[in-house]
């Protein structure tokens, strides 16, 4: 069993030794400055945690939702033509994703389980090859931003709105999960994969 | 900070002065330094802040940088002085600073007392009042300031919204960043671009929560008036909508302090024509620039001219003006 201590577990030690040894020796503007590097080791840490699930659930969203834009041609959506069926379960599965990236930025313990559980995109929704195909993800996700930007792909599309939601949650979920419009729109998704 | 200097300096306005006490930076804006002090004199004491540009060519935009879009400290106490005389609410301007003064650029102004931080101002029961006045003050500031001649006024940079879309367009561009989110909001921006005003008028540039001090009866000064410019006099008023100043207060989209409506009554009361429409606009366009803003916090970390943790941190706000724009643009119904 491998015990050396991961990016995770390392940002972890840090936050807790700022937190409980550090912080409460400084003061002033030591202690603000102390308060933010907190906030980046947290948003550090996040990352390491949930940014590989939502990394591969976007590229699962983008690939459903490129593969009929004939503007992308030679990116060479792999799956896209087999992806129609596909695509469906991964918007699905996305909005779940979306719930268990924010639930996990208040649960550490259990973040930490599934990402020690090994690969990134274990989650459903990642799609058991996610991993390899990775470097699709910048590729695909600028293709979407040319596509917007001219008019290829507008909120008429299906998918375009849910994919932005799902992604844009994701991300700050990570970056920033008390924002008061996540906190807001977090509760509202999770309510919704209830109904 | 050399103090003594620095009181020579607060002789300049305060002629009696005999010494100075409780100087210390104030936490504030990435561009400028802000110091409080308090100069004795035999029948009193009188409280000072002293704002001066950041040294060392520190800040966010790179020197020489031509999308600047900030005026310096000597024009901006011009501007204070000028929109003092016609009723704005700002802090008195004691002294400018000058080369001899071995000080670097920037201004003294009289300490108004009252609170800027947010949080405070929006949750803590002390500001209950100052909260229910708040729209009211802002709106009458707003139209007295929107009202001012521009002649009275040293020159500004005139902007449109066509104008501050092109400049956020290339400064986002510039960054080489891929955000569909941005994409859709530039094509909204694009499609939904208002006529030119026929008569810009003065703006504050940067009129939201955090630059508005409050005593426990409501607005009691307008602050950081660097990117003063001459416009659509609604972009001041969109811009204190963008989600990003409401601090918890996510409903009361006129800057925390309440709904949008009575805003744009309080400024109407005030003699002022608001427009709901062009309010959206410039809303969506401030959260967009917010959004771009956070990524220069970011990009001057990267170059070297801030290295404080700070700016690393608003880089990674960037996505909460993502989440924003949907929330604009794209309501989950």
Known sequence: METTPGAAELIEAAIESIRTELLPALTGRAAFQARVVLTVLDTARREV??????DAAELARL?????????????????????????????????????????????????????AS?????????????????????????????????????????????????????????????????????????????? | MDEIRLLALVRRAVPDATALAGLQRLSGGANNETWSLDAHTPSGTVPLILRRKAGDGGGIRAPG???????GPEQEAAVLSAVRAVGVPVPQVRAVLEPADGLGRGFLMARVPGETRPKRLLHDAAFAEARHRALDDCGRALVALHATPVAVLPALRVSSAAAELALWERRWRRHGGARPVFELALRWLHEHLPDPVERPVPL????????????????????????????????????????????????????????LDA???????????????????????????????????????????????????????????????????????
């Open chain 1, 49 to 54: 945690l949930d940014a590989p699930a939502a």
């Open chain 1, 63 to 115: 690939r459903g939702l490129l593969g009929a834009d004939p503007g992308i041609g030679a990116v060479g959506v792999g799956a896209a033509a087999s992806s129609s069926a596909a695509s469906g379960s991964a918007a699905s599965g996305s909005a779940t994703s979306g719930s268990a990236t924010s639930g996990s930025a208040t649960s550490g313990s259990a973040a930490s389980s599934s990402a």
């Open chain 1, 118 to 195: 090994g690969a990134p995109g274990a989650d459903a929704a990642a799609g058991t090859d996610a991993a390899p195909r990775l470097p699709e993800l910048p590729t695909l996700r600028r293709a979407l931003c040319d596509a917007i930007r001219e008019g290829r792909i507008d909120l008429h599309t299906p998918g375009l709105a849910a994919h932005l939601w799902a992604d844009v949650l994701a991300r700050v979920a990570i970056d920033q999960p008390t924002y008061p419009s996540f906190v807001r729109e977090a509760a509202s998704a999770t309510d919704r994969t209830r109904d």
């Open chain 2, 65 to 71: 940088d031509p999308d600047d879009a900030s005026i």
């Open chain 2, 204 to 259: 504050h540039g940067d009129f939201r929560t955090g630059n508005l001090l409050f005593d426990a009866r409501g607005l009691a000064a307008v602050l950081d008036w660097e990117l003063a410019c001459v416009g659509d006099p609604m972009a001041d008023l969109g811009w204190f909508c963008v989600a990003s100043w409401r601090f918890g207060a996510l409903d009361a989209v006129a800057g925390g302090f309440g709904p």
């Open chain 2, 263 to 333: 805003l744009l009554d309080a400024y109407r009361a005030a003699g002022g024509q608001a427009d709901a429409t062009r309010v959206r606009y410039w809303e969506v366009l401030g959260t967009f620039r917010w959004g771009v803003m956070c990524l220069d916090m970011a990009e001057a970390w990267r170059a070297g001219r801030d290295r404080s943790v700070e700016r690393t941190a608003v880089g990674r706000r960037a996505s909460e003006t993502e989440l924003d724009l949907l929330r604009l643009l794209a309501p989950v119904r």
